[in-house]
T-cell receptor
Framework: KQEVTQIPAALSVPEGENLVLNCSFTDSAIYNLQWFRQDPGKGLTSLLLIQSSQREQTSGRLNASLDKSSGRSTLYIAASQPGDSATYLCAAGGGGYSTLTFGKGTMLLVSP | GAGVSQSPRYKVAKRGQDVALRCDPISGHVSLFWYQQALGQGPEFLTYFQNEAQLDKSGLPSDRFFAERPEGSVSTLKIQRTQQEDSAVYLC?????????????FGPGTRLTVT
């Protein structure tokens, strides 16, 4: 059974810092790895999807990498802003129907 | 275009009541997923539809949980005889297809509180 772990559970940084969020998964037979953002009381917003054949994806200040062999993905956020404050979830897509297995998330607080 | 919508956004039920949660996926999306998110946890898979066919219901926690998508678009998750442990946010997601290239798009969720 796939298990996804995210470290750290919470992170507090001053505005402008670059930061890395970590995600590890136990079963490397994944279809893709998706990063989401969740604001309090809201649903999930998809940030980046990395296909199993890819190594990384970039969108604006966000860069996500995938290393299937080691079971790891990282989300890099450049020049963090207070508006980046949210919980970040990674999810490994796999199984017969591409169902997502989620980590518990990293709660990020960026202070002005 | 419109995203995934869910209704109601909030539902309070007394223990033992039946509830029905609705999901409207993005138009044209073949795949529809239901997830349950307990407080402080990541979402957990409940069930999957491809068009109107329920192909995976391995995540449904008990036979009190039932889901349907009769015309391959709108889906309803029904919980019978609700229990306190059913309190959670229920998230619906849809995607255009299956496989590594397809993102899942999530709705805002329905927060169910069982008292």
């Amino acid at each position: 059974k796939q298990e996804v772990t995210q470290i750290p559970a919470a992170l507090s940084v001053p505005e402008g810092e670059n930061l890395v969020l970590n995600c590890s998964f136990t079963d490397s037979a994944i279809y893709n790895l998706q990063w989401f953002r969740q604001d309090p009381g809201k649903g999930l917003t998809s940030l980046l999807l990395i296909q199993s054949s890819q190594r990384e994806q970039t969108s604006g200040r966000l860069n996500a990498s995938l290393d299937k062999s080691s079971g790891r993905s990282t989300l890099y956020i450049a020049a963090s802003q207070p508006g980046d404050s949210a919980t970040y979830l990674c999810a490994a897509g796999g199984g017969g129907y591409s169902t997502l297995t989620f980590g518990k998330g990293t709660m990020l607080l960026v202070s002005p | 275009g419109a995203g995934v919508s869910q209704s109601p956004r909030y539902k309070v039920a007394k223990r033992g009541q039946d509830v029905a949660l609705r999901c409207d996926p993005i138009s044209g999306h073949v795949s529809l997923f239901w997830y349950q998110q307990a407080l402080g946890q990541g979402p957990e898979f409940l069930t999957y539809f491809q068009n109107e066919a329920q192909l995976d219901k391995s995540g449904l926690p008990s036979d009190r949980f039932f889901a349907e998508r009769p015309e391959g678009s709108v889906s309803t998750l029904k919980i019978q005889r609700t229990q306190q442990e059913d309190s959670a946010v229920y998230l619906c997601a849809s995607s255009l297809g299956l496989g590594q290239v397809y993102e899942q798009y999530f709705g805002p969720g329905t927060r169910l509180t069982v008292t």
